[in-house]
């Protein structure tokens, strides 16, 4: 099997829709490249998680930024997940109950204002980094950018999978698809960080393609551009 190298520092990131399978490709690249794979979904899941429990309104952004400063302590947030207090929570962030309220407080300036460093300190290593303002605000300068996204009957079709394979069988596609629609005008519409492709990052469209054409592409991209190395096909890397 062929090995890898590649460029100290490197930085991917990929931001799309939800259900447009970025994490599942920026899993499986973090895998193949050995770099570690951050999903900046997490920390709005997590400020939502933190406004649910403290019963803080997803509206009333002072209290959402003070609730965010007071954990940032006992906060950690790395490429297995988030941890808080030393407990990993990513299974109670990824409750569809805290999605909702994540799309509301990832809508408020203060709240990224309060997330931005963090999340370019711990990119500085190097790493794939996936979301919707990856490209455009989080690491504007990143050495790779990729917009992926698919249909949106495909994205929900793809939902609508997932949550059957966790054992939810209530949910149709079709009331997937008219949550999907409509989080998708609030994401791409909202004055703050929309969800927008960056000009310079490479859009791919994964309606019709497997996980592994995707990432045969995004393969085949970084090597192009010589951020990453074949290393049967070179001897030392300069
Ligand atoms: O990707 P996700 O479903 O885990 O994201 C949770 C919410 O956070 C979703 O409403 C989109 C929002 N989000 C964002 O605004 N910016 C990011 N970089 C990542 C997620």
């Known amino acids: 099997m062929k090995s890898i190298q590649t460029i100290p520092g490197l930085r991917i990131a990929i931001d799309g829709p939800s259900g447009s399978g970025k994490g599942t490709i920026a899993k499986t690249l973090g895998e193949f490249l050995q770099l570690p794979v951050l999903d900046t979904g997490l920390l709005y899941r997590f400020v939502a998680w933190r406004a649910i429990n403290s019963a803080t309104a997803p509206e009333d952004e002072e209290a959402l930024v003070a609730l965010l400063q007071s ?20 299974a109670e962030l990824r409750s569809e109950a805290v999605a909702a309220v994540a799309s509301s407080v990832a809508s408020l300036q203060g709240v990224r204002r309060a997330l931005l460093s963090l999340q370019q300190t711990v990119a500085k290593a190097g790493c794939i980094m996936d979301g919707r303002d990856v490209g455009t605000v989080v690491l504007p300068d990143a050495e790779a950018k990729f917009f992926l996204t698919a249909s949106q009957r495909e994205r929900a079709r793809r939902r609508w999978m997932q949550l059957r394979e966790k054992g939810d069988d209530n949910s149709s596609i079709e009331a997937i698809l008219n949550e999907m629609k409509t989080r998708d005008a609030r994401d791409a519409s909202r004055d703050i960080a929309p969800l927008l492709k960056s000009d310079d990052a490479i859009f791919i469209d994964s309606t019709t393609m497997r996980p592994d054409e995707v990432i045969d592409r ?11 190395i074949l290393n049967n096909q070179v001897e030392t890397y300069p």
């Open 71 to 90: 954990s940032q302590k006992k906060l950690v947030w790395n490429c297995e997940g988030i941890f808080f207090g030393g407990n990993k929570c990513n």
């Open 218 to 228: 995004i393969l085949a991209i970084l090597e192009r551009r010589k951020l990453i």
